[in-house]
């Protein structure tokens, strides 16, 4: 038995998860210090949402975000969640592209990556799990966890074992729906810790309620790190809580030796800020509760919320109840591919379109053709000829790496923007959010020719005293 770690995921996929990622950097930078004296394994800060939510809502340069992070976090190790060969974007990659990215990632700031692919296809991860490492970073490999006929523990352990293979220093079971039970984590964390030889992190939300008992359970197990929200910022659809779990561990086999005391400067800064977002609206109190709804349809919160808007629009908000029944259905044809980005958004609006239409699979979105000819990778199980011939007719279904058929991108991306490059990073800002990028440099340029315009008039104002 040792002491467990854990990750803070306040500065991103606590915020990502309550108000849509729009923490801005001059809300962290007073408690950054502060976060870097508690002892944390990792502060997971960047990756996910948080790069576009950077250059589409805050007009911030995402780059620069981390390098101010890493300026003030000196202590404690930093980390990202990447998608694999989607990076940050919602679609595959060319290799030149992914090894870029990653190798800017590390250069600005980031130690330890944490790589998954929204299908477990571990073709679709090699790539930056070797750029990561030849980069001198940290590559987690994670299994995007969820459960099915075949999605049991034996295949869970089977994938850990050649994630270990293919380099993974680390391998974390990424609960992104909050469906993962503490007896069955109890389960798959023992099975690992006697089948693969790296550390085993879990990453879990409250959606469900059972995220600090998922928790407990899998220490109990044997697992080395857990993610965890300072609680101004926890529980509903974020990680569940920090500081009780570090209570409940005290004294024990497994204290993680952190402060209370510091902990509780973090949680008293974070306070006013978490009213602050209630009272703008920016957080929603209903995410804050518990949803059995994700137990029962194994429906991630931010799908959720997806759904509801998406039947808000169509004017049809009764059907609710119709296409959480819908998007099981859906998901079991398209071969059981795991809830989590970008396929959470795709079987749900795969369901809306089935049950609004009356009529399984007249309209299919182009994300969703592309799936089932094998564009995103493969699924566990099969697709059968029936729903392949509904969805793409007799169109081939490709077999390879879905990456192999994507030529290098990076130069395209240069030339394409030249006229706004002021730093090598921006190339893969545009290649990643080509139109959004474009509106941030030009509102960049704009700040800057304002700056440069109130110096000029200051100086001659000077010299006419």
Same mark, same amino acid.
């Given at each position: ?90 679609? *595959? %990659? ?9 190798? !800017?990632? $590390?250069?600005? &700031?980031? /130690? +330890? ?91 879990? *939300? %409250? ?9 407990? !359970?899998? $220490?109990?197990? &044997?697992? /080395? +790190? ?91 908000? *009764? ?15 398209? &071969? ?130």
């Amino acid at each position: 038995m040792a002491k467990v770690k854990i990750t803070e995921t306040v500065l991103r996929d606590a915020h990502q998860s309550l108000i849509a990622t729009r923490m801005k950097i001059e809300d962290m930078i007073p408690i950054l210090e502060t976060l870097d004296e508690v002892g944390y394994h990792s502060l997971e800060v960047w990756g996910g949402a948080t790069f576009d939510a950077c250059l589409r809502f805050l007009n911030e340069d995402p780059w620069q975000r981390l390098r101010t992070i890493r300026k003030h976090v000196k202590k404690t190790k930093l980390q990202m969640l990447l998608r694999g060969q989607n990076l940050l974007g919602y679609k *595959h %990659y060319a290799d030149d592209v992914v090894e870029a990215f990653i190798k !800017k990632s $590390i250069a600005n &700031g980031i /130690d +330890i990556i944490r790589i998954f692919d929204a299908l477990n296809d571990l073709r679709n991860i090699e790539t930056a799990v070797k750029a990561t490492k030849e980069a001198g970073g940290h590559a987690q490999v994670a299994i995007s966890y969820t459960t099915s006929p075949v999605h049991n523990t034996e295949y869970y352990l089977q994938l850990a074992k050649r994630m270990e293979a293919m380099g993974a220093d680390s391998i974390c079971v990424k609960d992104m729906a909050g469906i993962l039970t503490p007896y069955d984590a109890y389960e798959l964390v023992k099975g690992l810790k006697e089948t693969i030889k790296i550390p085993i992190q879990l990453h879990s *939300h %409250y959606t469900s309620g059972l995220a600090s008992m998922t928790n407990l !359970k899998a $220490i109990e197990a &044997g697992v /080395d +790190i857990v993610d965890c929200a300072i609680s101004p910022m926890a529980l509903g659809t974020s990680q569940p809580p920090t500081e009780p779990l570090v209570a409940a561990l005290q004294g024990t086999d497994y204290d993680t030796g952190y402060s209370l005391q510091t902990l509780n400067k973090v949680a008293e800064y974070f306070a006013p800020l978490r009213e602050a977002y209630l009272k703008s609206g920016l957080l929603n109190p209903k995410l804050l509760g518990v949803d059995i709804n994700t137990l029962v349809y194994q429906v991630p919160g931010g799908m959720l919320s997806n759904l509801v808007s998406q039947l808000e629009m169509q004017k049809a908000t *009764h059907k609710y109840e119709e296409v959480l029944k819908e998007v099981p259905r859906v998901r079991e044809e398209l &071969g059981y591919p795991p809830l989590v980005t970008p396929l959470s958004q795709m079987v749900g609006t795969q369901a809306v379109f089935n049950v609004i239409l009356g009529e399984r699979y007249k309209m299919v979105p182009k994300e969703i053709k592309a799936y089932v000819k094998g564009e995103y990778g493969k699924p566990v199980v099969e697709i059968t000829d029936e729903i392949k011939k509904k969805i793409i007719g007799a169109e081939e279904v490709i077999s390879g790496r879905p990456a192999d058929l994507i030529p290098p991108q990076l130069e395209g991306f240069r030339n394409e923007m030249k006229e706004f490059l002021e730093q090598e990073e921006d190339v893969l800002s545009y290649g990643l959010f080509p139109q959004v990028a474009l509106e941030y440099f030009k509102y960049r340029r704009a700040e800057k020719y304002k700056i440069e315009t109130m110096c000029v008039d200051m100086e001659n104002k000077v010299h006419i005293v």
